[in-house]
């Protein structure tokens, strides 16, 4: 069974700043199925980042994906009002073929 | 624009049972995989369920396998989640979710189901 840990759990930033949240699978991915979303409260989740590092329809290049194998990455370059918000990881194609990441929550400093 | 829209959620015992309903619209649906996706009070998000376009494949999370099935209507553009036995820990927002490539790039807004007696 494929487990994603993220971390930190929460991260207090400033606009402006720099956030760095990681996501580590417990088993190598065997393909490039590692997704990002954002969910605000009371809306339902967004895709920010398919395959790894590619961008969905429309958010914006502050956002990016890096990684391989069980490391992975999300960087927001520098940090808008609007990006305060919880962030999830998901791999497809292990085993559960679907899973999530615990989250980890962007909030004001 | 795709939309999805959840419906059918609701008050329930334990025990009991409910059918979910999503409708899709603003985009081709039969070659596409669709799935529910839940999240308890103050939770992570689970994946719960997932049918491809021709219904031949169909998968579950162990935690409602046997319990809950899917299913889809390609003529009506509908996708359901058939609930039954359920517990109190099934009590969670069920959203519905179309999937490319195994990634979930379109949400519903969510459908509430409580389980509680």
């Known amino acids: 069974e494929i487990v994603l840990t993220q971390s930190p759990g929460t991260l207090s930033l400033s606009p402006g700043e720099r956030a760095t949240l990681a996501c580590r699978a417990s088993q190598s991915l065997s393909s490039n199925s590692l997704a990002w979303y954002q969910q605000k409260p009371g809306q339902a989740p967004r895709l920010l980042i398919s395959?790894?590092?590619t961008r969905a329809t429309g958010i914006p290049d502050r956002f990016s994906g890096s990684g391989s194998g069980t490391d992975f990455t999300l960087t927001i370059s520098r940090l808008e009002p609007e990006d305060f918000a919880v962030y999830y990881c998901q791999q497809y194609g292990g085993s559960p073929v679907f899973s999530f990441g615990p989250g980890t929550r962007v909030d004001f400093k | 624009e795709v939309q999805l829209v959840e419906s059918g959620g609701g008050l329930v015992q334990p025990g009991g049972s409910l059918r979910l309903s999503c409708a899709a619209s603003g985009f081709n649906f039969n070659p596409y995989s669709m799935n529910w996706v839940r999240q308890a009070p103050g939770k992570g998000l689970e994946w719960v369920s997932y049918i491809t376009g021709d219904s031949v494949r169909i998968l579950y999370a162990d935690s409602v396998k046997g319990r809950f099935t899917i299913s889809r209507d390609n003529a009506k553009n509908l996708v359901y989640l058939q609930m039954d036995s359920l517990r109190a820990e099934d009590t969670a927002v069920y959203y519905c979710?179309?999937?490319?490539?195994?990634?979930?790039?379109?949400w519903g807004l969510g459908t509430l189901v409580t389980v509680s007696s």
């Open positions: 395959d790894i590092s």
């Open positions: 979710a179309r999937s490319v490539r195994g990634q979930f790039d379109s």
